[in-house]
C-alpha cells in the first residue's frame, strides 16, 4: 500500500536534441543528489555521448562515487564538468567576455567552459567596469576584432548601455546577483539589461553564463553556415 | 506571574472532518517540533484513526521517539508518513502524474503518497518536458487514458499550456519552486498556469502536491456517486 | 519599401479544439478590434460553427457592423456573445456559482454564459459573504446538493476557506479584483484560495469566470463518461 | 588615526516612556549581542526598573553571562524574558488570545508575556481555525465574554474575517509568518487582515505578538480611566 | 438559452448585524452603478433601517434618482451618504482625528462622518505634519485629552511614530494614498505604520477611513459597558 | 528671474551612431510632443539623414504639420514612421516573425518596418500558439528555413519554450503585455523567455519588437562580413 | 447632525521654516483643488510672504481665479509658479543640471525654477546620454567647472555612473519615469542610482527635480558659510 | 581543452581614480575569496598606495595570510581595514553621525572609518529615535555645529524627516536592514527617506554607511575649495 509510486528507474534522456537544435542536453546539478547524477551520467555512458554538467559545486563534486569523479574533467570556478571527452571540431570564430570585476567570474567562467565543449575559444576582459571608463576604452579596440560579445555584469549594469553605444558587435548580457541593497539578487542588472537605451542587446536570466554561450552558439552555428 | 499561558494541552482536532469533506484532517509538520508532533499523534491514537503526515523530512522524522517511528509508514522522498493503517478501499479511477524532470520528483511522490492514503493507484510519467516534445507526444496516448492528470512543473512551466491544448482530462497544475534567477522559488511556474491560453487549467500552490491530490480526491468522490 | 509586412488576411482557427480537448475555440475580445472580431466571426460563419465570445463589452459591440449584431446572442453583464446557435444537448449535472455580493456579479455572469453555451445550467447563491455567516450556512443544505461549485469572490476571499471546511463538493475559486488599497486587482484574494487551510481548493486566474467554467466542463466530460 | 569613532559607552535610554505613553521601554534582541545585551541592563539595574526583554531566543539566551541568566525570568517558547521583578498591579481586565493551531504558539506566548508583564491576565483558545468551524462556533461563547482579543493567524487568515462578523470585540489581528509556497512569510495573512470585510478590525504587523499585547494595554489603560 | 442566469432580484442584506458586532451593515459604492444601489436602499427602507453609503462620488450621487437623492443627507468631501436618519444616542466619548495637511481631509472626513452615523462627536487637527513639529506639539496637550487618536498620514507617515511617543491614547493609524515616486498608493506609509518603532500602534488598510471608525466604535461600545 | 533655463534649442543628435554600432538613432515619440519631434526631424533634414520613427500613434501623427505628415512613410498598426527615403541595400538574408495570435499584431509590425528601414525583409508565421500545437508542427519546416526567428507572445509564453525546443535558428524572445490577471503587463511572458529550459533563447524588453529588430540586425550585419 | 466635522478654514502654514532649515514651505499642487490653493496663497499674501508652487499643470493653473493667474510667475514646462516676487539675493555658486534627453525636461526645468526662486543659477546639459557617449565627454570640461550636478535620467540611468567616475562634483541623482516595459515608472533608474559602483551618489525620489533642488540649496547654504 | 579561460592573474587597479573623483579605489570584500583579496592587495603594495577594505568580516580577515592581518589596521565593528597608512592630512569640517540606537552601529561605524581613512573627523549621536523624541531635541544644538549630518536609521526612518524638518545641515540618509516583518530588508527605511516631505534630504542604498561617507567627501572637497 506505501510504494504506490511507479518511479521508473532509468531517465528518458533527449539524445536527438542536438541534432534538432544544435545543442546537446546538459545536466543541471543544483537540485540533482549525487545518486541522481550517476544514475542521469550511467545513460549517456550507455550512449556513448558526452555531456556537459552545471551548478555542479565543489561539495556535490566531492559527493559523487570517486571513479565518476575521475571520468570527469572538472573545474571548480566555474562549477561545471565534461563527461566523456566532447573532443569538437574547433570553430574559427571567437567570443570575447567581458566583465567589471573579480566578483564575475564564475559566470564568465561557466560561459566560456560551455563554449569550450562545443570547441569555442573565448577571450575574457576584466576589471572593465564603467567606474574606471578608460579602462574599458583602452581595450575596445580589441574587443572589437570579436563578432560577439558577452557582457557579465551586476550591480546597476551601466556597462552594457556604454558597450553597446561603442561597438557593432552582437552583445548578449548576463546579469549577474554580485549586487547589495536595493535591486539586490541581480533584478536590477537584468532591469538595466531589458531597459538600455543601447539598440539591439538581447539579455539571458540571472547569473545564466551556460545559457548566453548557448546562445552564442546559435549565432556561430549560423554564421558557419550562411 | 511569569507563567500567565493557559496553554491547554491537549490539541482539538477535527475528526468530524472526513464526514463532513470526505477528507480527514492531516498533520503538516513543518513547523512543528517532534515533541508537538508526538503530542498530535497521540491525540489520533485514542481515536483509533489513521493519519497522513506531510512535509515530514528525514531529519525530523529521526527525531521522533524512536517507537513512534516504528508506528509510521515513512517515505523520505515524499517527506510523508501514514500513522496507523489507513486501510482504503481501493477505487478504480486512477490519476496520472506528469512531470518534467528528476527535480520535481518530491512533489511528485508527495501528490502520489497522498492518493495512496485514500487507496487511489496513480501513474508517474517523468522525463516529459517541452524541450524535448517527442518524449511528450510519444506517451500522449498513454495519458489520454486517465481522467483526471496532476501535471508537476517548474521553471517555466510551459507544460502546462501544451498539455491542456492536446488532452481532455481534467488537468490540474502543480507549480513548483525549481527555477532560479527571476521568478524562481516557482512563482513563474505558477503564474505559467494561471495565465495559460489553454482552457480549463486549475492550479495550487506551489509544490502543493498534497493539495493537488485532495483536489484530485474530491472529483474521485464525486465521479463515484454521480 | 515601407509595405513589408506579410498580413496574411485571414486567421488559422483551431477548429479541431473541440474535438481534442472537449472544449472549442473561444473568441477573447480585450485587445481586439471589431474589424478583427469581425473576420475571425466570418470564418466561423464558412464553417458553420458556433462560438463563444468573452470581454466583449457593450461598448465594443456597439461598435459593430449591425447586421452582425444582430446574428449576437449578447449579454451585456457577463459581456459574452454566442455566435451561430450552440444548441448544445443538455447535461444532466448542473453547477453552483457562490459569490459574496453584487459586486462580483459580471464575473459569476462570464461563468455561468460559459456553462450555458456547452449546456451546463448553473444556479447562483449571492449575498452569502462570511460577514454575515448565517447567510451561507442557511443555505448550505442546498449548496451540497451540487457535485461542483465555482466560488467567486474579491477582498479577501475568506469563503473559499469557509467554504471548502464545510463541504465536500469539487470547488473551483475564482477570485475577482473587487477590492482596495493593499492587495488590490485580486492578488489578495488569489493568494487566499491558493494558500487556503481547507484541502482540495483549486484555482484559476483574477476574474477568470470563463476557466472556472471550462475547468467545470472538463470534470463533466468526465464524470459523463466514467 | 584608526579610531575615530565616538562610541559612547552607555546607552542612553527612555525611562521618562512608561509616563508618557504607559509603556516601558522593551528591549528588542534579535539585532543585539550578548555583549550589548548586558550593557543596556545594567543601566536598567542602575535605575532599579524592570524591562521586557523581547526575541531573545534559547541560543542567545544561553550566551549571557551567567549570573545575568539568573536574574531572568526566561521563557523559550515566546523568546522573552523578565529583567527584575515587574511586579505590576493586576488588571481586572483580561485578554483573550484566539488562534488556529500550534505553530502559531510561539507568537501567541509573545503576546500572553507582554500582557503578564504589565498584570495583565490572557486565556488562550488554540485549534479554532476555520476549516474546522465547529470548533470556534463551539468556543464562541466563551469568546464573547472578553472585551479584547487577540486574533493570531497565518495562511490566509480566514479567522478574522469569520470571528469580525461574529462578535462586537475590539479585535486585533496578528498575521503569522506560518505559511508556503505564494503569499508566504505571512504577506498574505497581512493582507487579508487589512483587506477583511469584516468592519472594524485593526492589525499589527506580522508575528509581532509584542505589538499586539501593547496595543491592547493601550486600550485596558484607558478603560480604567474613562 | 441565453438566459441561463437565476439573478435573485432583491439582496439578502444581513441586518442582524448590529445585533452581532455593534456596526449594522454598510453599503461600499465604488463598485456599484447606481441602479444597483437604488435596489439596496429599497431593502433598507422596507424594512425601516438607516443606512451609512461609502465611497459615493458626486457623479454617482448625481446619477441616482432625483426623489432618492433627496432621502440621503449627502457629504461630497467624505463621499459618503446617510439614508433614514440614523438618529443615534450621543456619546460622551470623543475621537480626536489628526492629520498633516490639506490632502488627507478626504479620509479624514470619511472618519468622522462614520463617526457621526452612530452618535460620535470627532475633532479634527489637520496641519500639524512632523515637517514643522512646532506644530503638532503646540497642539498636543489639547490632544491628549482623547481617549482615542485616528491618525491619517500619507507619504512617510512620520506622524505615526512621533504621535506613539509623545502621547498615551489609543492610536488608530490611516495611511493613506497621498504620495508619488517609489512607495505611492499608500504602501509607504502602510509599511511605516506596520513597521513603527513607537509600541501599541494598530492599523487598517489605505484610506480606509471608514474602517478607522468602526474599530473607534468598537472600542468605545466596551469602554461604555465595562 | 523667472526665466532661468538655459533651453538649448536645437538638440544635439547622434549622426556618428550609425558608423560605431550599425544602428542609427532612431526617434522614441512616446514622451515627445508634436512640436519636439518637428524640432527633432528637422535636424534630420538639415544633415541629409533619414530617421525611423516609432511609437507614434496615429493621434500623435495627426497633430504632426500636414507639410511634415506628408514627409513622413507612416504605418498606423505599427506606430512607425520613416522620415525620408532610407533607401536601404536590400539584405539577402531574411528573419522570420512567429506570433500567437492577432492580439500581437502591433509588436510583430514594430519589428518588420524596423527590419524593413534598414532593407531586411521579414515574413510574418501567425495564428501558431501552443494551444492548437498542430498550426505551429505544420508550418515548422517553413520556419526552419530562416536562420533568425522572432518570436512574439502575451500571456504564459509557452511557445518560446517550444519553438526553442525544436528549431536550431538564432532566437529573439519579444514578450508582449497581451494578458490579464496576475502576471499581466507582460511580466509573465517576460519571465517565461528567461525562465525557459529550453537553451540559447535570448530576450528583449516587453513589446519591444523595436529592439528585437535591431539585435536581429546586429547579427546579420555580422552575418554579412564574417 | 450631518455636519460633525469641525473643518477648521485656514491653513496652518510654517512661516518659521526658512528660519528653521533654510528653505520655505512650498505649495505641493498635485491633490490639492484650485480652492484650496487660493485659500493656501491667501495666507501667505497677508502674511506678505513669498513662496514656490509645485506641480502646478496649465490644466490647474487655469481653472485659478483670474486675478490670482495675473499675481503668478507661472512656468508651464515645470508646472512651477512664484507667488509674489521672491527677489533672492544672488548666489554666486552656480548648478549643472545634466541630462540625456528631451523627455527629461520637465523635471529638469522643476530642478531649475526652484534654483531660480531661491536666487541661484543653474546651466542645463541636455542631450548627452552615454549611447552617444563622445556628446557627454565633449562637454565634460565645461561640467567639471561645477561644485554642484544634478543629474537628471529615465532609463537604465547609465549616466549617473559614467559621470559619477568621471568628475569629482557632488552629484544629485534624480531617476525620472521616463521608461518602458519591465522597470518602468522610475524604478529602475532609481535602483540604478541606489545601487550604482561609482562612490559618493546621492539620490532624491522618483521625479523629484524640487526635491534636488533643495539638497543642492542645503549645500550652497553651507558652502557660504564654512 | 579543459582550461580555455584565459584567467588574467593581476587585476587592472584604477590608480587614477581619486586625481579624477577625489576618492580612491576600495575594495568591497563581501563577494571576493581571501586569495583574491591578497592578490589585489600585492597590487596595491607594488603601487605604494593605501586602501581601504569593507565588508572584510572578523571571518574572512582571520582567513587571510597572517603577515597581511599585521599589515591591516582591522575594524571589526564595521568589517572595514585600512591597508598602508593612509595618512591623510585632517580636515577642519567635521561630520555628524546620527542614529536610532544600537542596532545600526555597525553601519555608522563603516561611515566613521571610510571618513577616518580620508582625515575627516566624525562624532557619533547614538539613542536618539524619535520614539523618545526628548533625546533627539536634547541633543540638537549640538548637532547644529555640523554642516554635514549622516543620518542612519532602520525600521519606519521616522527620523529622517523629523531631523530634516528640524536642521539646516546637509542630511544624507542611510537606511538600515534593521526590521522585521513586512519592509523588512531596509526597504521601508529606504522608502520613508524617499518619500519624505522634509525638503532636501538625499539618500544612499541600503546600510551603505560606505557610500555616505564618500558623498559627504565629496561635498567637503568642494567646501574647501569654493
Redo the contacts between chains.
Keep these: 500500500?506505501?510504494?504506490?509510486?511507479?518511479?521508473?528507474p532509468s531517465?528518458?534522456?533527449?539524445f536527438?536534441?542536438e541534432k534538432?537544435?544544435?545543442?546537446s542536453?546538459?545536466v543541471?546539478c543544483?537540485?540533482?543528489s549525487p545518486g541522481?547524477i550517476a544514475n542521469?551520467l550511467a545513460r549517456f555512458e550507455e550512449h556513448a555521448t558526452s555531456c556537459l554538467l552545471t551548478r555542479l559545486d565543489q561539495k556535490k563534486f566531492n559527493a559523487l562515487p570517486s571513479p565518476l569523479q575521475k571520468q570527469l574533467?572538472y573545474?571548480s570556478?566555474?562549477s561545471t564538468a565534461?563527461f566523456l571527452?566532447?573532443?569538437p571540431k574547433p570553430h574559427k570564430?571567437r567570443v570575447a567576455i567581458v566583465s567589471?570585476g573579480?566578483?564575475d567570474?564564475s559566470v564568465?567562467?561557466e560561459a566560456?567552459?560551455t563554449?569550450?565543449f562545443y570547441g569555442v575559444?573565448?577571450?575574457?576582459f576584466?576589471?572593465?567596469?564603467?567606474?574606471?571608463?578608460?579602462?574599458l576604452l583602452e581595450r575596445l579596440e580589441e574587443i572589437q576584432d570579436y563578432?560577439?560579445v558577452i557582457t557579465v555584469a551586476g550591480?546597476?549594469?551601466?556597462i552594457?548601455?556604454?558597450l553597446?553605444?561603442?561597438?557593432?558587435?552582437?552583445?548578449?548580457a548576463v546579469p549577474t546577483s554580485?549586487?547589495?541593497?536595493?535591486?539586490?539578487d541581480?533584478?536590477?542588472a537584468?532591469?538595466?539589461a531589458?531597459?538600455?537605451?543601447?539598440?539591439?542587446?538581447?539579455?539571458?536570466?540571472?547569473?545564466?553564463g551556460?545559457?548566453a554561450a548557448?546562445?552564442a552558439?546559435?549565432?556561430i552555428?549560423?554564421?558557419r553556415?550562411?
Excluded at 500500500?1 to 521508473?8: F, G, T, V
Design positions: 500500500m506505501s510504494k504506490p509510486l511507479d518511479q521508473n531517465a528518458v534522456l533527449d536527438q536534441r534538432r537544435i544544435g545543442l542536453e546538459a543541471f543544483a537540485r540533482k541522481q542521469i574533467d573545474d570556478l566555474s565534461f571527452d566532447p573532443n570564430i567589471g573579480t566578483s567570474a564568465c567562467a566560456a567552459r563554449l569550450a575559444t573565448s577571450n575574457s576584466q576589471d572593465v567596469g564603467v567606474t574606471g571608463l578608460w579602462r563578432p560577439i550591480m546597476e549594469g551601466a552594457f548601455s556604454v553597446g553605444g561603442l561597438i557593432d558587435a552582437i552583445i548578449i554580485v549586487s547589495y541593497g536595493i535591486g539586490s541581480g533584478e536590477l537584468l532591469h538595466a531589458l531597459g538600455s537605451c543601447a539598440p539591439g542587446l538581447v539579455t539571458v536570466n540571472i547569473d545564466n551556460y545559457g548557448c546562445s552558439l546559435r549565432i552555428n549560423k554564421l553556415i550562411v
